[in-house]
T-cell receptor, first 111, second 109 residues
Framework: DADVTQTPRNRITKTGKRIMLECSQT?????MYWYRQDPGLGLRLIYY???????NKGEISDGYSVSRQAQAKFSLSLESAIPNQTALYFC??????????FGPGTRLTVL | GQNIDQPTEMTATEGAIVQINCTYQ??????LFWYQQHAGEAPTFLSY??LDGLEEKGRFSSFLSRSKGYSYLLLKELQMKDSASYLC??????????WGAGTKLIIKP
C-alpha cells in the first residue's frame, strides 16, 4: 500500500464551489505539506504542519485553508474555487532529514 | 532572498552522460536534494547532499559546493526511462524546501 495517499485523484468543479482534497499517510511523520504545481513554475508551498496544533501558511495560502485532523491526516480546502486554482496538487510528508515523500497528486480543474 | 535556478530543458542521447546544474540561495541552508518527476506523477527522491563533494548512487551522482551555492546531478549511461523532469530543492529554515522549477530532460535514441 502507498505510504501517502490522496483523494480524489482527479476533480472537475465549477467556479465558486467549495472543495476538499484529502491526504493520509502511514509513514508516521509529524510534518506534512500541501503544494501546487503549475507548468513551468515548479512546486509552490500552500500550507505546512508540524503537528496537529501547528499549522503554517506557505508561499501561496490565499484562497486555501487546511485542517490537520490527526497526525496521519491533512486536508486542503478551496473555499470558493476559481479557474486559476486549476493545477496539480501534491501532499507530502517530511522526515527528520527533511526528505519529503509525496502522494500521487490530485489533478484539479476549475471551470 | 531564497532562490533556486536550473535550466528549463536539456536534450541528451541514449547511452550518453548528462549533467544538470543547479544554483541556489537559501537562508539557513540545510542540504540540497534532487528529485525525479515523470510527467503527471509524484516527485521521487534521488539524492541528498549536505557536505561538499560527490555522492554516487549507481548511474546517478550528485555534487555540492556550499561555498559556491552550486550543485549538479550527473546521469550516466542514459536510458529512455530517464526522460523526466529533475527538481533541485534546497533545504531552508523551518523544515521547508525551496524548489527549483525543474529541468525537463529529453532522451533521444
Amino acid at each position: 500500500d502507498a505510504d501517502v495517499t490522496q483523494t480524489p485523484r482527479n476533480r472537475i468543479t465549477k467556479t465558486g464551489k467549495r472543495i476538499m482534497l484529502e491526504c493520509s499517510q502511514t509513514k508516521g511523520h509529524d510534518r506534512m505539506y500541501w503544494y501546487r504545481q503549475d507548468p513551468g513554475l515548479g512546486l509552490r508551498l500552500i500550507y505546512y504542519s508540524f503537528d496537529v496544533k501547528d499549522i503554517n501558511k506557505g508561499e501561496i495560502s490565499d484562497g486555501y485553508s487546511v485542517s490537520r485532523q490527526a497526525q496521519a491526516k491533512f486536508s486542503l480546502s478551496l473555499e470558493s474555487a476559481i479557474p486559476n486554482q486549476t493545477a496539480l496538487y501534491f501532499c507530502a510528508t517530511g522526515d527528520s532529514y527533511n526528505e519529503q515523500f509525496f502522494g500521487p497528486g490530485t489533478r484539479l480543474t476549475v471551470l | 532572498g531564497q532562490n533556486i535556478d536550473q535550466p528549463t530543458e536539456m536534450t541528451a542521447t541514449e547511452g550518453a552522460i548528462v549533467q544538470i546544474n543547479c544554483t541556489y540561495q537559501t537562508s539557513g541552508f540545510n542540504g540540497l536534494f534532487w528529485y525525479q518527476q515523470h510527467a503527471g506523477e509524484a516527485p521521487t527522491f534521488l539524492s541528498y547532499n549536505v557536505l561538499d563533494g560527490l555522492e554516487e548512487k549507481g548511474r546517478f551522482s550528485s555534487f555540492l559546493s556550499r561555498s559556491k551555492g552550486y550543485s549538479y546531478l550527473l546521469l550516466k549511461e542514459l536510458q529512455m526511462k530517464d526522460s523526466a523532469s529533475y527538481l533541485c530543492a534546497g533545504g531552508g529554515s523551518n523544515y521547508q524546501l525551496i524548489w527549483g522549477a525543474g529541468t525537463k530532460l529529453i532522451i533521444k535514441p
